[in-house]
Each structure stands twice: as structure tokens, then as C-alpha cells.
């Protein structure tokens, strides 16, 4: 007799796409707004998407189940 199923959590699903390879990816927080307070090259660092910290893995994997 199988178990419950586990949920995707929502907010994660949103916000973090896993890739061909298994890897997590996100896009990064701090270009919505006060920008113009910011360097021309950290808004443009900024803009990518990047794989998910190696410290977060284990609790962000736990937030998406089954992706």
C-alpha cells in the first residue's frame, strides 16, 4: 500500500525550474525596484539565472518533491 502523495510547495514551483541535468535554477532577487541607487555592472549581474546555493539544496529539494 503506497503513501500519501507530497506536495509541491507553490511558491517554490514558481519561482525555480529544475534543468535537463537535475540542477536548480532561479532568477535573482534586488531589479524591481531602488535602482538607480545600484551600479550599472551589479544590475547587470543581476539580471541572470542561477543555479540554486549548495546550502539550500537539501531544504529547496525537500520543496519540490517531484520536479
Given at each position: 500500500m503506497a503513501g500519501m502523495k507530497l506536495k509541491s510547495h507553490s511558491?517554490?514551483?514558481?519561482r525555480l525550474k529544475r534543468t535537463g541535468?537535475?540542477?536548480l535554477r532561479h532568477r535573482q532577487g534586488g531589479r524591481r525596484h531602488l535602482l538607480t541607487g545600484k551600479r550599472r555592472e551589479r544590475?547587470?549581474?543581476l539580471k541572470d539565472v542561477v543555479e540554486v546555493n549548495?546550502?539550500?539544496?537539501?531544504?529547496?529539494?525537500?520543496l519540490l518533491p517531484y520536479s
Open positions: 511558491g517554490a514551483s514558481k541535468t537535475g540542477k544590475k547587470r549581474r549548495a546550502v539550500r539544496k537539501l531544504a529547496v529539494n525537500r
